[in-house]
Nanobody, 128 residues
C-alpha cells in the first residue's frame, strides 16, 4: 500500500509563500519517482514539478522560477516551496508517486506526466 500524506496548504496573499510537504513510506520514497500536481476548479490536473531519481528537477512553465521541489532523505519527505504566489496558483495540490520505467537505471517516467499513486491533496488559495 502506497501512502502519501500532504500538508502545508492554506491561504496566502499574492506575492507570499507556502511550503507543501509530502511524507511517504521509506520504500515508496526510495523506490518510486515523485512529483507535484495541481488541479484548479474547472481545469484539468497538471503536473507542475517532478523530481527524478538522478536528482534532476523539472517544472511546468507556469511555476518555473517561483516553485522549488526538493527531498529530505532523512524524513522520507518531498517538498514544494512556493514563492511569489499568484491568484492563478489557487488549486488543490497533490503529491504523487510512481514506479520507475527501468529497474536497472531507475529512470523515471516522462517528467510531469501523471503517476500511479496519489495523496489526498491539500488546498492552496491565493488572494489578490
Amino acid at each position: 500500500q502506497v501512502q502519501l500524506v500532504e500538508s502545508g496548504g492554506g491561504s496566502a496573499q499574492a506575492g507570499g509563500s507556502l511550503r507543501l510537504s509530502c511524507v511517504a513510506s521509506r520504500y515508496t520514497y526510495d523506490s518510486y519517482c515523485m512529483g507535484w500536481f495541481r488541479q484548479a476548479p474547472g481545469k484539468e490536473r497538471e503536473g507542475i514539478a517532478a523530481h527524478g531519481n538522478d536528482g534532476r528537477t523539472t517544472y511546468a512553465d507556469s511555476v518555473e522560477g517561483r516553485f522549488t521541489i526538493s527531498k529530505d532523505d532523512a524524513k522520507n519527505t518531498l517538498y514544494l516551496q512556493m514563492d511569489s504566489l499568484k491568484p492563478e496558483d489557487t488549486a488543490m495540490y497533490y503529491c504523487a508517486a510512481g514506479p520507475v520505467t527501468n529497474i536497472f537505471t531507475r529512470e523515471c517516467p516522462t517528467p510531469l506526466a501523471p503517476l500511479k499513486y496519489w495523496g489526498q491533496g491539500t488546498q492552496v488559495t491565493v488572494s489578490s
